[in-house]
């Protein structure tokens, strides 16, 4: 599974902006966004499974982002509107290994739950 990430800039704080994680690779059942700010530990943002039926939100950015996926162009998009300064991070997207078997409630928060990761994009924020 290959993942990488793109749509990352600068934008002003209320403004809106779109990222996006192209998938490759074997079928996956969840498919995750988390950031990681200077000095923070990575943080859970989204997630959706692979039908879009189900998704979650991190709850510091619930009712301002919204996921979605294209199984069709293998895209899982992160409209993230009324952006805050402490938006600002580093975004990665991420899925585990199809052949992982996840338990545990709040299993798409933990980033061990994940095997592969993209390369990050920088989304910054300014007031």
């Known amino acids: 599974v290959q993942l990488q990430a793109s749509g990352g800039g600068l934008v002003q704080a209320g403004g809106s902006l779109t990222l996006s994680c192209a998938v490759s690779g074997p079928r996956t059942t969840i498919t995750g966004w988390f950031r990681q700010a200077p000095g923070k530990e990575r943080e859970f943002v989204a997630a959706?499974?692979?039908?879009?039926?189900?998704?979650y939100y991190g709850d510091s950015v619930r009712g301002r982002f919204t996921i979605a996926r294209d199984n069709a162009k293998n895209t899982v998009d992160l409209q993230m509107n009324s952006l805050r300064p402490d938006d600002t991070a580093v975004y990665f997207c991420?899925?585990?290994?199809?052949?992982?078997?996840?338990?545990?409630?709040?299993?798409?928060?933990?980033?061990?739950?994940?095997?592969?990761w993209g390369q990050g994009t920088l989304v910054t924020v300014s007031s």
């Open positions: 991420a899925a585990p290994r199809p052949t992982r078997i996840s338990t545990g409630s709040k299993y798409y928060k933990d980033t061990r739950e994940y095997d592969y």
């Open positions: 959706i499974g692979w039908s879009g039926a189900t998704i």
